[in-house]
């Protein structure tokens, strides 16, 4: 699954919010049924997290902490405290709780924005401000892609056969 998009979405009275539906379509083509919604570690936003990838980063979480280190378990207290599970009805809404709103600073709208394998909710505002600079945003690409070991490099053979 590959997310991708910046879409605004209003919130009605009741909290409930249209998934995009581009979104919806990536997740039925991926056979997701369910969603994982939770605080973002670092931003001011939420994540939905389709739950086959809600569930490998948990595996992936919970075989790094030690069940008997009262630290790696607050850590996953924390982690864990934060989500809820949610469900889209048949219009491809879903119920956003009122905490997760505030999170997201979100009063009347959201903008849904595609991040890969999983989609960030931010309040509809906050978004609109970009989140580094121009110039930023070009050091830091060149960066990452410069200096990262993990970083793949172009087959030449595989992008002309991708061109054909």
């Not at 902490?65 to 982690?79: A, D, E, G, K, M």
């Not at 956003?96 to 505030?102: A, D, E, F, T």
């Amino acid at each position: 699954m590959r997310f991708l998009g910046n879409i605004e979405a209003k919130i009605d009275s009741k909290g409930r919010v249209f998934l995009p539906a581009a979104f919806r379509k990536e997740l039925q083509c991926g056979g997701e049924a369910s969603l994982i919604v939770r605080k973002d570690v670092f931003q001011p936003c939420l994540v939905l997290y389709p739950e086959s990838v809600w569930n490998s980063l948990m595996d992936t979480l919970r075989s790094r902490l030690n069940r008997w280190n009262p630290t790696h378990q607050s850590v996953l207290r924390q982690f864990v405290a934060d989500a809820e599970a949610v469900t889209l009805d048949a219009n491809g809404r879903f119920i956003l709780s009122r905490r997760h709103i505030k999170i997201a600073g979100a009063a009347q709208a959201v903008r849904f924005i595609g991040m890969d394998d999983v989609i960030e909710i931010w309040g509809a505002e906050e978004a609109e401000k970009p989140f580094m600079s121009h110039d930023e945003f070009g050091k830091a690409i060149e960066s990452i892609m410069k200096h990262s070991a993990d970083a793949p490099q172009p087959n030449r053979s595989d992008a002309a056969h991708n061109d054909q």
